[in-house]
């Protein structure tokens, strides 16, 4: 990559991280995670709890001291950060009780204080507090003492007060754990926001996998203190080969079939040609769940290279011969999943349909 | 690059002066703070009735008035020590710390807060101990001395207390356990002379005694308040108001010595993780 021009690199990119390790004692959390994130970019780092998730941003943060590795943070090592690193980084907290007797413009007023003298030609900072209270539609309850506020009120004044000296890089670590899905719903109109107004680079902790696909350009999946995937939702999918479900309604009944390759177009084409009485057809992508739940199960299950952070590209089932090939009467031979499940098309009729999450 | 960061170091130094004014406002909102600034003043007031018509022995000296002095002494080392210290703690497991650390320069605005909240809140509550201390008036001393070496125990008094109360709050590993330095501290005032002539207790627990800043500051208190006879009741019958410059400087010494150590090393160890343990320790067993 950029190894030997550090300039070009703090320009354009806002996290590089090389073999990051960290071990607390003997055990070991981060075993050589790598990764970089392009400024602008939209990051979500999934994986199991315990995978090393809020070890790897608090190392981001400047908050924790790594074993090993490297680790560049907006040109610099947050090892060494100092106060004007800080001030282009946003950094969302959970709260908890501090501050429960602010108001939370007091708050955002003291805070903003802080970013005054950072303020430069590029960016000036910080946020105008009322429109940063109007922008996480806080402006009703400006007044309110924090303590007061309701769970989805008061995540809402934590992205304030992490973007209210508009960082360039954010990370924001399970923001929306608690949150009702109108609250969810505002919370990822406000990250869009961000990323696309303002070009800030977004690190995202999440166990929410459909917010994952919604917000982030790209994935990282974190298990057992490595990267083990790395990539758009759309790529995880199709790097994993599991997971194209074809259904179909033939002579009066409904048909299931899991095409083990990513893609399932040719099958489709020889079911149409084969068989016109088709109908009802349904294609479904897997969903990054079930992409997720595969990667970790093949990374635990040692089916992966150690380290790598562009699992899925050889070795996958995708080059397994699929079994299942439609007959010319449209029903399916007992195809069976790469789960191990076995679909035959009669047992499984409509409600099979309602299985997603 | 220095200059810009000298303009940030002093921008978030008046934010912490901006934060202490406002901590102080929210504070004397809160009854149960109120409360505590309340405290010494009623104690005191308690004290008064039950020594009523005491004098000192030997002595025509009203004994609730030799302790009015004593217990302003006390008020700035309590105000100085258990606050920070539990405040210290508090903030370090409800996510404030941690809040200040991810801001720049955060920390010097969450400490000067402090030192202005501290201070503010510790002069309220000797202010409100004029209230009782009003019926022993006519037996203190009061004049431009006693004022001026008053202000200086009250600031010395905190320079030396803040620093040792910080790095007391930081080694706590819970906020629950700050209940055992208020514990300590009431311990340690049997020792200081606060209640009782610190010449009538054996001879092993006056050098106790003498070795806190407790003791000291109850004797700068009483040498600024007391008319000049009082002295005969002091240990060696003197003020000894330059051994109490040396002892509280000491203190002071090494409050900033290690004081700034413990603190780096607290908030180094506050994390994210730290905060969410403790909020889980809180949700699961209430403490």
Redesign the interface.
Same mark, same amino acid.
């Given at each position: 990559m950029t190894q030997k021009q550090p300039s070009q690199e703090s320009t354009d990119m806002a996290i590089d991280v090389r073999d990051l390790r960290m071990r607390y004692g003997t055990k070991d959390v981060l075993t050589g995670v790598s990764f970089a994130a392009r400024r602008g970019e939209v990051l979500a780092l999934l994986g199991p709890n315990g995978a090393g998730k809020s070890t790897t941003i608090e190392i981001l943060e400047g908050f924790r001291t790594r074993s090993a590795g490297q680790v560049t943070v907006l040109g610099q090592d947050p090892a060494h950060g100092d106060e004007a690193w800080r001030a282009r980084l946003g950094v969302v907290l959970q709260s908890w009780r501090d501050h429960g007797r602010w108001k939370v413009r007091e708050l955002l007023d003291y805070l903003a204080r802080f970013y005054v003298p950072f303020s430069d030609p590029r960016i000036e900072r910080p946020w105008n507090v009322d429109e940063l209270l109007d922008a996480v539609g806080l402006t009703e309850h400006a007044d309110q003492k924090v303590k007061a506020l309701s769970g989805g009120q008061r995540r809402r004044l934590d992205v304030a007060i992490g973007i209210v000296g508009k960082p360039e890089l954010v990370f924001l670590d399970e923001p929306t754990a608690g949150f009702d899905p109108h609250a969810r719903r505002e919370f990822h109109d406000l990250v869009h926001r961000l990323s696309d107004f303002e070009n800030t680079t977004i690190l995202i902790t999440t166990h929410d996998l459909d917010e994952a696909e919604k917000l982030a350009d790209r994935i990282l999946i974190l298990d057992e203190g490595t990267i083990v995937a790395n990539g758009s939702a759309d790529e995880l999918a199709r790097q994993m080969a599991q997971g194209a479900e074809v259904r179909w309604t033939a002579d009066g009944r409904r048909h299931v079939h899991a095409a083990e390759q990513s893609d399932p177009t040719g099958f489709v084409r020889d079911l149409l040609t084969k068989d016109p009485g088709v109908t009802e057809l349904e294609v479904r992508r897997a969903s990054l769940e079930d992409t997720y739940m595969a990667l970790v199960h093949r990374a635990e299950t040692g089916q992966s290279g150690p380290g790598n952070d562009q699992a899925g590209t050889d070795g996958t089932r995708a080059e397994e011969p699929h079994a299942g090939q439609p007959r010319a009467d449209g029903s399916v031979s007992g195809a069976q999943a790469p789960d191990g499940s076995v679909d035959d098309g009669t047992s499984k009729n409509d409600q099979t349909q309602e299985v997603r999450s | 690059m220095t200059v +810009?960061?000298n303009? +940030?170091r002093w =921008? =978030?130094a008046?934010?912490g002066l @901006?934060?202490g004014w *406002? %901590?102080t406002k929210? &504070?004397l909102r %809160?009854p149960g703070d109120v409360l505590w600034y309340f405290l010494m003043p009623v104690i005191f007031a308690v004290v008064l009735l039950f020594m009523r018509g005491n004098t000192l022995p030997g002595t025509d000296f009203e004994l609730g008035a030799m302790v009015l002095p004593s217990i302003v002494g006390m008020s700035i080392a309590f105000g100085g020590l258990t606050g920070p210290a539990g405040t210290i703690a508090t903030?370090r497991e409800? /996510? $404030?710390l *941690?809040?200040a650390? +991810? $801001?720049?320069?955060?920390m010097i /605005?969450y400490l000067v807060g402090k030192i202005v909240m501290f201070g503010a809140t510790t002069l309220i509550s000797i202010v409100l101990l004029i209230i009782p201390g009003l019926t022993v008036a006519g037996d203190l001393r009061l004049d431009a001395r006693t004022w001026l070496l008053l202000a200086v125990i009250f600031v010395l008094g905190l320079v030396t207390t803040v620093p040792i109360g910080v790095a007391l709050g930081s080694l706590f590993k819970s906020a629950s356990q700050v209940g055992l330095l208020f514990l300590g501290s009431m311990v340690l005032l049997v020792p200081s002379g606060i209640f009782y002539p610190i010449t009538a207790l054996p001879a092993w627990l006056q050098w106790v005694g003498q070795v806190f800043p407790y003791y000291w500051l109850g004797l700068g208190a009483r040498s600024a308040m007391l008319p000049a006879e009082m002295v005969t009741a002091e240990i060696g019958g003197s003020w000894r108001t330059l051994e109490m410059f040396g002892v509280l400087g000491a203190w002071a010494v090494v409050g900033f010595v290690v004081a700034p150590i413990v603190l780096r090393r607290m908030a180094?160890r =506050? &994390? /994210? +993780?730290a @905060? =969410?343990e403790a909020?889980d320790r809180v949700m699961a067993q209430g403490w």
């Open positions: - | +810009a960061t303009d +940030a =921008a =978030a008046r934010a @901006v934060r *406002l %901590e929210q &504070s %809160e903030d409800d /996510g $404030t *941690l809040r650390k +991810a $801001t720049p320069n955060g /605005g180094r =506050a &994390s /994210g +993780a @905060v =969410a909020r």
